[in-house]
């Protein structure tokens, strides 16, 4: 099982998880003077990125790859069998 305590450790409740979904968000969309400012607030805020907060980043990363790859799935779905 995952290590999640450096995770744990950010006590903001209204983001839980720091800045790490906002980094993966600007990533997915290639806004990387986005994601380098929201890495520059994680760091600012929580210390430097630990290595189990990158790979949080990376699931965070492919879990929007995926989302995409069904909508666009879905989207192709219907569109070739529209009456």
Known sequence: MRNTNNLIQMSNTRYTEGYLPKIAYH????????????????????GEITNAQKERI?????????EQAIVEAQDHFITDFSI
């Open 27 to 46: 990533l997915f969309k290639n806004n990387f003077d986005k994601m380098l400012y929201f890495r520059d607030r994680q760091i600012e805020k929580y």
């Open 58 to 66: 990376t699931e965070l990363h492919n879990e929007l790859i995926v």
